[in-house]
């Protein structure tokens, strides 16, 4: 999680003012990386570990210690509904990266006689 805060809080301070584009997409980018780590770092569940980064991420998004993918508009509706679609993306990039990152394949046990025909 922290890879993911640090890696986003340093991609949207490099973001130019103008490009709000990119202003969005850093976040993202962060997460991925961050939930892309956990997922390999873990032996089992990658898919979990990314959505625990990414659960992580929105609870450091909520203090304000990490940016958020929308700039609030002061429509409290539009941006409750936002704000609601923003973290459903964040968590699911987070598991999908997590997802991708876990490693695969491999025998179940070491003399792989434990399958059936």
Do not use: N, Q
Not at 70 to 93: K, N, Q, R
Not at 96 to 103: C, Y
Request: glycine share 18%; with cysteine.
């Amino acid at each position: 999680m922290l890879v993911a805060v640090t890696s986003a809080s340093l991609l949207r301070l490099l973001a130019p003012a103008g490009a709000s584009i990119f202003g969005s997409i850093a976040p993202l980018c962060g997460i991925a990386l961050g939930a892309l780590l956990a997922g390999k770092m873990a032996k089992y569940a990658g898919l979990y570990h990314g959505a625990l980064v990414g659960v992580g991420y929105v609870l450091v998004e909520v203090v304000g210690l990490a940016p958020g993918l929308i700039e609030p508009s002061g429509d409290g509706l539009a941006d409750t509904v936002w704000l609601i679609a923003s973290d459903a993306i964040v968590l699911g990039m987070a598991a999908l990266a997590g997802w991708i990152g876990a490693p695969r394949g491999g025998p179940s046990s070491s003399s792989d006689k434990g399958r059936g025909p």
